[in-house]
């Protein structure tokens, strides 16, 4: 297979979904019907290990799994789908938002019951700081949900994106008898009991087989039919690829139901690995010669094995083990033959990777979050940001004499993107920020083990951060009048500190030359 068509072939994407929605079930089912794994409950296992847990520690004694379980490439179709995990429940954290930088497309799944919640809304807007295309999931039709109309009303109003239903559900709870397919005029006919959760495909809406299988439903079904047909927006590939546009499927991904079709469309509609911008010039995926950036790294927990995994997204070219990659920032030259790559059935064995795939390398801290590496040429992708914190600690330590071991490690911690580090002009606190409670976990325990510092969290009174950007007089300005607000981030960026959201806007109107950032790049 040639370059271009080996990249031509890959889908990478991340499924967006609020906790119990039904996200493991779904990339379970994604996995079994791709062929790489066997048993149903194989993922499962994982995250209930996980959830057994709530000590930290503890949870990292599976990371061995969890490393492995970041990135899942499987088979499907003729096509190479990497399926990139989003950590949610406890280990919600930044890593949730920066991989959503690292894929193509994705997958939101919305639970029918509830409709959308907090952390769909929270993961629809970094999608939609790159325009990702997004393909929708409504799950579980066995159960007795909201109105599908209703449902897709929901989702245009509160998330602000055009729906395009590509199914429609027949029924619901104990009625769901299937979906019906808009654009292929094919009824899947549900059934709980049968392996793949289809127990008969009926072509055509009018096909008297159908009135025979499901009995007055057919009719409610054509008569529904013709008014999503009148009042839904019809699919439009253009809207879709412009993040502006999503085309819904329903099923129940419990009993395996409209997972063939979501991953026909994940083939069929979504995007190849598109060019990435970086700071000289955009970078074609097949452009022969290999680029890519760091989007994750993940810490070994271990103290005896202290080394991290740099998870890097490749941007274009191809990837063998054993080449010489160049780290951009620092100019060395890496020579990579331990790079992890994520086949689900045959783990560690693939020599090459691709524009889209994702490889993990191991270091001892030597790759920072946001790092190009390339064949060579000097280049630098952007849109890796980091993202304004939710919740923040001020860190204080048990023994003076550590403080500076505390600021290197938090430092250090920082560049690595485990946390964020505030120091406010006006004082000398040490104020940590994360958008997940485990992050501080983490970064406690790694300090401790790490640097031999003792560290204590402490609440502190802010709510949310801006990066600002403005003149410096402006800045200063600022800086004179809220001083205890104001601090320096890791990189020595100005950032404002709010107690609350009305402060928040009430400075903002009060300082409308300087902009307040709810991202930064990270350089
Ligand atoms: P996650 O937190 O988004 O990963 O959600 P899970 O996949 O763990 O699912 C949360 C709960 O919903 C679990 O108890 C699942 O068994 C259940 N669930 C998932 N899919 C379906 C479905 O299609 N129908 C029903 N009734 N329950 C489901």
Redesign the pocket.
């Known amino acids: 297979m040639t370059l271009q068509e080996e990249i031509r072939r890959r889908r990478t994407f991340a499924i967006i ?1 609020h ?8 990339t379970e089912k994604m996995l079994w019907f791709g062929g790489a794994i066997q048993m149903a409950g194989a993922v499962r296992a994982r ?1 209930s290990d996980r959830h057994a847990v709530s000590d930290w520690m503890e949870l990292e004694k599976q990371r061995g799994i969890s490393v492995t379980s970041s990135v899942m490439q499987f088979p499907y179709r003729d096509c190479i789908i990497n399926l990139l995990d989003t950590p ?2 406890e280990d919600f954290s930044e890593d949730t938002y920066r991989t959503l930088t690292a894929v193509d497309s994705a997958v939101m ?1 919305i639970d029918s019951v509830n409709g959308v919640e907090a952390q769909t809304i929270k993961l629809l807007n970094v999608c939609r700081l790159r325009d990702t295309p997004i393909l929708t999931f409504i ?2 039709l ?2 007795e949900g909201k109105e599908p109309i209703d449902l897709l009303d929901e989702i245009e109003s509160v998330l602000q994106i055009q729906c395009a239903p590509m199914t429609w559900p027949i029924g619901m709870g104990k009625r769901f008898r299937g979906t019906y397919h808009l654009y292929n005029d094919v009824v899947s006919v549900f059934d709980p009991n049968a392996e793949k959760g289809t127990s008969e495909i009926i072509q055509g809406i009018d096909n008297p087989r159908l009135d025979e299988l499901i009995g007055d439903q057919a009719d409610e079904l054509r008569i529904d039919i013709e008014l999503v047909r009148g009042a839904s927006h019809t699919f439009d590939r253009e809207a879709y690829l412009a993040g502006k546009q999503t085309p819904v499927f329903f099923g ?4 395996n139901f409209g997972v063939q079709s979501l991953l026909d469309a994940i083939v069929e509609l979504s995007p190849a690995p598109l060019p990435r911008p970086a700071q000289s010039r955009a970078v074609e995926p097949d452009e022969p010669k290999f680029s890519g950036f760091v989007f994750k790294i993940q810490a070994n927990m271990d103290p005896k094995h202290r080394d991290r995994i740099a998870f890097i997204r490749i941007c274009s070219g191809r990837f063998d083990r054993g080449m010489k990659l160049k780290q951009v920032a620092s100019g060395k030259l890496f020579t990579v033959s331990n790079a992890i790559t994520f086949m689900a059935q045959d783990r560690n064995t693939a020599d090459e990777a691709y524009a889209g795939d994702i490889i993990g390398i191991p270091n001892h801290g030597t790759i920072k979050l946001g790092d190009t590496f390339s064949a060579g040429e000097d280049l630098k992708f952007t849109g890796i940001p980091s993202f304004a914190p939710e919740i923040f600690r001020r860190a204080r330590i048990r023994n003076p004499l550590k403080m500076k071991q505390l600021q290197k490690g938090l430092h250090q911690l920082a560049e690595e993107g485990a946390t964020q580090l505030f120091r406010p002009i006006a004082s000398n606190d040490l104020i940590l920020g994360a958008v997940g409670m485990l992050q501080f976990d983490v970064v406690a325990h790694r300090l401790q083990f790490e640097y031999g510092v003792d560290v204590i969290f402490e609440p502190f009174d802010v709510a949310t951060a801006r990066w600002l950007r403005g003149s410096d007089a402006d800045l200063k300005k600022l800086a004179d009048k809220h001083g205890f607000n104001v601090a320096l981030d890791n990189a020595d960026d100005y950032v404002y500190l709010a107690p609350n959201r009305v402060n928040l806007n009430l400075t903002q109107e009060r300082f409308p030359e300087i902009k307040f950032l709810e991202t930064r790049e990270i350089y």
């Open positions: 979904s906790p119990d929605a039904g996200k493991t079930t779904l995250k949610g429940h799944v799950n579980k066995d159960r129940s991904a419990m009993n």
